[in-house]
């Protein structure tokens, strides 16, 4: 069991330090307070796929403000998320029309390789649009406050470091497994089931 083995992961729990500046991470490793995503997805949002990428920021600009105010509100309790609706089109919903945006002419990192990612161009990173994993497990290495952690190891990565230490998969030495989005969800639920207390996307 990890915490024979990470006593620290467990002695940071009542760590005051700790849990005042990671204060919303903490109460949402324990069911205290939603996760933002779960938030987002009952913000609305009025957008249509062909809007200029512009005009996509410009939206998601002004819903930002708007989700701060409502995780606010939820977090001090004035507003609870069952009084929220889950929205036909929403705030996460633009970001993923807005990450469509970018794969298009790819400018997702710094190298700005400017692919069409959507139509099956790779870039410096070699990925595509599907996540190609390459393993799944507790993690029990990571920082005090993450142990055990849900890591999902992706391939491919947008650097080369010569002393990487995940190089075959950073690299694709491996050839990994294409997960679907359900499939990764799925994934994720079980590493929270067994006592993770993130999910941790390592790619
Ligand atoms: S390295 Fe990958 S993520 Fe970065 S711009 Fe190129 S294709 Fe996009």
Redesign the pocket.
């Known amino acids: 069991m990890w915490y024979v083995f990470r006593r620290d992961a467990l002695e940071v729990l009542y760590n005051k330090r700790a849990r005042d500046s990671l204060a919303r991470y903490f109460a949402v490793m324990s069911d205290e307070k939603p996760a933002n995503f779960m938030i987002a997805k009952r913000i609305p949002a009025e957008f249509r796929e062909d809007y200029s990428p512009k005009d996509l920021w410009a939206e998601h600009d002004r819903l930002t403000e708007e989700f701060y105010k409502v995780q606010k509100e939820i977090d001090s309790g004035k507003r609870s998320l069952g009084d929220l609706r889950m929205q036909e089109k929403s705030y996460l919903d633009l970001k993923i029309a807005i990450a469509n945006k970018i794969?298009e002419y790819?400018?997702?990192?710094?190298?700005?390789?400017?692919?069409n990612?959507l139509k099956g161009d790779?870039?410096?990173?070699?990925?595509g649009t599907q996540i190609t994993v390459s393993s799944i497990f507790e993690h029990i290495g990571e920082e005090p406050e993450l142990v055990p952690s849900g890591t999902i190891f992706t391939m491919?990565c947008?650097i080369r470091c010569l002393h990487c230490q995940n190089w075959t998969i950073s690299q694709w030495f491996e050839i990994g497994e294409i997960y679907t989005p359900k499939r990764l969800a799925q994934a994720v639920e079980r590493l929270r089931k067994n006592g993770c207390r993130n999910a941790n996307l390592v790619g």
Request: proline residues 0%.
């Open positions: 794969l790819c400018h997702l990192c710094s190298r700005r390789c400017g692919v990612r790779l870039g410096y990173c070699r990925c491919g947008t």
